[in-house]
Nanobody, 128 residues
Framework: QMRLVESGGQLVQAGGSLRLSCRAN????????MGWFRQAPGKEREFVAR????????YYADSVKGRFTISRDNAKNSVFLQMNKLKLEDTAVYYC?????????????????????WGQGTQVTVSS
């Protein structure tokens, strides 16, 4: 059974950068489409980015496009989120999620219900 563990969240100043990591255990990562979501206090969980099984295709929320980059290393069973030019509104708990995708992948898959397994989250706080 897939298990996900995020790391890398911390307090950072606006304009700074962070790199989040998500380590997968229990199954082969290349069988899964992976996504990053975030949830700020009092708000619903929202889509941030998604990467297909072999890393060829990536998708981003408009709010992070051009600032964030999702990547993966299937050999190391890890997914990353490089976050640059951070803004106050990026403050949230960031979650890694996996979607078992044995066949051809279709769709944006930006809905949390599209994903099967979630990590515990890592806090990112952007200060002024």
């Amino acid at each position: 059974q897939m298990r996900l563990v995020e790391s890398g969240g911390q307090l950072v100043q606006a304009g700074g950068s962070l790199r989040l990591s998500c380590r997968a255990n229990g199954d082969t990562l290349s069988r899964y489409s992976m996504g990053w979501f975030r949830q700020a206090p009092g708000k619903e969980r929202e889509f941030v980015a998604r990467i297909r099984k072999y890393g060829v295709n990536t998708y981003y929320a408009d709010s992070v496009k051009g600032r964030f980059t999702i990547s993966r290393d299937n050999a190391k069973n890890s997914v990353f989120l490089q976050m640059n030019k951070l803004k106050l509104e990026d403050t949230a708990v960031y979650y890694c999620a996996s979607r078992f995708a044995p066949g051809i992948e279709t769709g944006l898959r930006s809905n949390p219900t599209d994903y099967d397994t979630w990590g515990q989250g890592t806090q990112v706080t952007v200060s002024s």
